[in-house]
């Protein structure tokens, strides 16, 4: 009985430090990537050459939409105060027309009414939206190429291509142009790009983020997803 009682206390004593050891790994590994990701950057925009200013061929329209005003002290600061950040051709900002990667679509759809509610929550939290970027037609491809808009130039690996389908996101954040960026990913529009740029994707669980506003091509499937 004694036997069995440690067998067991064992096995639970193994099993939580097994747990401990992952989720320590998991964190360092994390502090590792980050950590060189943010050197990669910091070279490239030391560098500042040419290159670097024409955005590597990124953004299909530039602008800037201003966050909402930070209340004086004591209110605590905005979460994302002095970020900046870009979306695909696939999110409606108010008064412009969204063109879906696809020059067609755009010349036949007016000006959007409204803005997509998560740029909206991301307005309201602090940051500044400064473009729309490069995705395939239509959101259908994993290649990132445009024949239209052009295909936005792998930062890193500049002879390979960057995915997509939001190919311009991931470049845009890869390039340092912008904090962050969003795109939209069914099967990997998000995290393609991210992974062939490398960067971090994420695609969070369908339905926890609004997508409202936003032009997809599954709606059973795709999420609003963010690289950084």
């Given at each position: ?15 939580s ?51 909402a005003?930070?209340l ?64 395939d ?17 792998n ?28 795109g ?7 995290r ?11 695609r ?25």
């Amino acid at each position: 009985m004694e036997a069995s009682k440690c067998l067991r206390l064992g096995r639970i004593h193994v099993s939580s430090r097994a747990k401990v050891w992952i989720i320590v790994g998991i964190g360092v590994a994390g502090a590792i990537i980050l950590a060189d990701s943010t050197r990669r950057r910091r070279r490239r925009g030391n560098a500042a050459g040419s290159e670097r200013r024409e955005d590597f061929g990124a953004f299909v329209e530039r602008f800037e939409l201003l966050p909402a005003p930070q209340l004086p002290p004591p209110a605590p600061r905005h979460p994302l105060s002095e970020l900046t950040f870009a979306v695909s051709d696939s999110f409606d900002i108010k008064d412009y027309v969204t063109g879906f990667g696809n020059p067609d679509w755009k010349r036949t759809h007016a000006p959007a009414s409204r803005t997509a509610v998560v740029v909206s929550l991301l307005l309201k939290h602090g940051g500044t939206c400064v473009g729309r970027t490069v995705m395939d037609e239509l959101a259908f491809g994993i290649t990132g190429e445009n024949i239209h808009m052009g295909t936005p130039t792998n930062p890193d690996f500049p002879q390979l291509m960057p995915g997509g389908s939001a190919s311009g996101s991931g470049v845009a954040v890869a390039a340092g142009l912008v904090d962050f960026a969003l795109g939209t990913d069914t099967v990997g529009c998000v995290r393609i790009p991210a992974a062939l740029c490398g960067i971090f994707g994420f695609r969070p669980s369908h339905g926890i983020l609004s997508t409202i506003g936003v032009l997809m091509n599954s709606r059973s499937l795709e999420t609003v997803g963010k690289r950084y």
